[in-house]
Nanobody, 118 residues
Framework: QVQLVESGGGLVQPGGSLRLSCAAS????????MGWYRQAPGKQRELVAA???????HYADSVKGRFTISRDNAKNTVYLQMNNLKAEDTAVYYC????????????WGQGTQVTVSS
């Protein structure tokens, strides 16, 4: 079992930056793939970025070059640095985890709101 708690959301102007954090507890952090999803009103939840224990990353095309996912296995924490934010990045952002030997994202945080508006 893994428990995930996000923090760092808020209101930011277009072009601004935010850093989301996700603290994990309850299991061996390093065996999990960590990811950030987001869901905007009226839209499906989408995978924004993911990172495996060794550091390899994946990004949605819409955030490449602007967002950076990282993890600190010693602190059981994953981060999402978001730069040059746009209005279309407005969404609830969710931290998620899955075991490396499965494809199902089994664990989810409660979500944190990110609003990009002037």
């Amino acid at each position: 079992q893994v428990q995930l708690v996000e923090s760092g959301g808020g209101l930011v102007q277009p072009g601004g930056s935010l850093r989301l954090s996700c603290a994990a507890s309850g299991s061996i952090f390093s065996i999990y793939v960590m990811g950030w999803y987001r869901q905007a009103p009226g839209k499906q939840r989408e995978l924004v970025a993911a990172i495996i224990s060794g550091g390899s990353t994946h990004y949605a095309d819409s955030v490449k070059g602007r967002f950076t996912i990282s993890r600190d296995n010693a602190k059981n924490t994953v981060y999402l640095q978001m730069n040059n934010l746009k209005a279309e990045d407005t969404a609830v952002y969710y931290c998620a985890a899955r075991r490396v030997d499965t494809s199902a994202w089994s664990y989810w945080g409660q979500g944190t709101q990110v609003t990009v508006s002037s």
